[in-house]
Structures are given as structure tokens and as C-alpha cells.
């Protein structure tokens, strides 16, 4: 369930370019691997059968569209409304989770290490008793939630102030 009477709205959106350089760096490696072997005498002892190649190069070029596709409508979407915090990450997650104002025991905004707190970016629980989650696509700032239950939830952000800001006056109506 999205949030009502939104104060903060983000949508982040996975953009790393070592993520898009590998992907084309595979891509074009195996059409080059794929034109050397249709052509014969390009390559020596070429025993592929160029039917079986056509077919193979159609199957990893789906793939790497497919990856391409994903990669490019990857994002998470967050929300700070009235009632609480709402997130997503459409493709993966079509709905939107709520974390209901109520069940907010108190946030902080501050800096974190996503490699040493959460072993990197994305969706990570961690701890054995797994009361600590981080939602984060890129950087190293974040919205600290600490819930009534004990968890804890991180909301990755490239906007602090405003979230703070946010999160403030949804906290004052309680």
C-alpha cells in the first residue's frame, strides 16, 4: 500500500557504470566469438555447425537483452507520507510495503558503510536474528528506521535533507 498525504517521494535507480561496462563488455565479447566462428577459416579447426551457432547466438543475445532490460527498469521507490513509509523495487516487487507510523519507534539520518554494515547495496538482511535490513541502491547516506519490534531498517538516500525533513513532520502527528 503506497502512503497518503506524500511529503517526500524517491525513485533511485541502479546506474553503476562497472555494472553496464561488464554487461557490454559480454555482449560484445560473444558477437565477436559468434561472427569469428560463423565465418569459416576466421578461427582454425572450426567444427561448429553454423545452425547450432545461430541458435546459440540467439539464445545469449536474448539473455543479454533480458539482462539489459532488467537492469535499465531496476529501481527502488520510496515514499514518506502521513501514515508512514512506503517502498518498492518494481520488476522485483510490484507492490508496495508500508511501515505504518505507529510502528516507528524513532530514525536518524546519517552516513553509513554499505560494503562493512550490510556487505553492499540492494535488498540485505543482516545478523543472525535478522532485525537488521537495508533497502539501498547506491551511496552512503541513509534513513536509520528503528522499529517498535526491535528491527531496524536502512533506506538508502541522495537526498538527507529532505528526508529528514520528511520524516520530521510525519513523526510531529503522533
Not at 561496462?21 to 576466421?42: A, C, K, P, R, T
Not at 537495508?134 to 519490534?149: D, K
Request: charged share 25%; net charge positive.
Amino acid at each position: 500500500m503506497e502512503t497518503k498525504g506524500k511529503f517526500y517521494s524517491e525513485i533511485q535507480r541502479y546506474s553503476s557504470a562497472w555494472v553496464w561496462l561488464i554487461l557490454f563488455g559480454l555482449s560484445l565479447s560473444s558477437f565477436i566469438y559468434m561472427v569469428l566462428n560463423y565465418h569459416e577459416g576466421m578461427i582454425p579447426d572450426n567444427k561448429i555447425n553454423k545452425q547450432g551457432l545461430i541458435i546459440m547466438g540467439s539464445a545469449i543475445s536474448f539473455m543479454f537483452i533480458m539482462l539489459f532490460f532488467l537492469f535499465s527498469n531496476m529501481r527502488m521507490e520510496l515514499n514518506i507520507g502521513s501514515d508512514g513509509i512506503s517502498f518498492r523495487y518494481p520488476i522485483l516487487k510490484m507492490k508496495f510495503d508500508l511501515i505504518e507510523k505507529a510502528n516507528i519507534e524513532s530514525f536518524k539520518v546519517r552516513e553509513y558503510k554499505p560494503m562493512k554494515e550490510f556487505g553492499g547495496w540492494g535488498y540485505k538482511k543482516v545478523s543472525k536474528k535478522r532485525n537488521k535490513i537495508a533497502h539501498n541502491v547506491s551511496g552512503n547516506i541513509g534513513l536509520e528506521v528503528f522499529l517498535t519490534n526491535g528491527k531496524t531498517i536502512m533506506f538508502g538516500t541522495k537526498r538527507k535533507d529532505a528526508i529528514s525533513f520528511a520524516m520530521n513532520k510525519m513523526m510531529e502527528g503522533r
